[in-house]
């Protein structure tokens, strides 16, 4: 088969699976629990689990879209403001990886090959300055699904936007966390 049908096959099969992730969501209701209040409640039912099924539902969460402020609130609300920005900077490095490491293995790496002017030359500053300039996308995308799925598939090296994200999440999970404390405190 055509290497480049290929590349869009797989392109196709990764809206598919996002797509299917979101209905699925939907339709069983799992986007409406995913508050701040049900989060909470579901984490601190689950006793000594509570911190790997807050991380499972925050991989899951970006999949269907939710966006992280929610699960940095359901951070501080269940571990208060310090610990809660603790386990929201990593719980959102572990979902942001996952998120990242699906849509490469599903979708591959297309954007890295487009022969459009234009994606070339937003590809090239990707590809020059690869930490800088994915650290300035995650400081106002934050943990935006959107984000790690352009940036799978645009061909970065993981270890590239893993740094990229150690160096900038801090900064707006230190803004929603305060935030979250300072009005639901």
Not at 101 to 112: E, K, N, Y
């Amino acid at each position: 088969m055509n290497p480049s049908r290929i590349k869009w096959l797989r392109f196709g099969g990764l809206l598919l699976f996002f797509a299917l992730a979101w209905w699925i969501g939907l339709r069983t209701g799992l986007a409406d629990k995913l508050n701040a209040d049900d989060l909470r409640t579901t984490v601190l039912g689950a006793g000594a689990w509570g911190f790997l099924l807050f991380v499972a539902m925050f991989c899951a969460g970006l999949f269907i879209q939710v966006p992280g402020i929610v699960f940095v609130g359901g951070a501080v609300l269940i571990y208060g403001y310090w610990f809660g920005m603790l386990v929201s900077f990593g719980g959102g490095l572990v979902a942001i990886s996952v998120s990242f490491g699906v849509a490469r293995m599903i979708g591959g790496d297309p954007l890295a090959n487009l022969k459009s002017p234009r994606v070339k030359g937003v590809l090239a500053r990707l590809q020059n300055k690869p930490i800088r300039t994915m650290a300035l996308l995650r400081i106002f995308m934050q943990m935006s699904p959107a984000l790690n799925v352009a940036l799978a598939l645009s061909g970065v090296r993981f270890r590239d936007y893993l740094a990229a994200a150690l160096l900038a999440m801090w900064a707006p999970i230190i803004v929603m966390a305060s935030g979250v404390h300072f009005f639901l405190g």
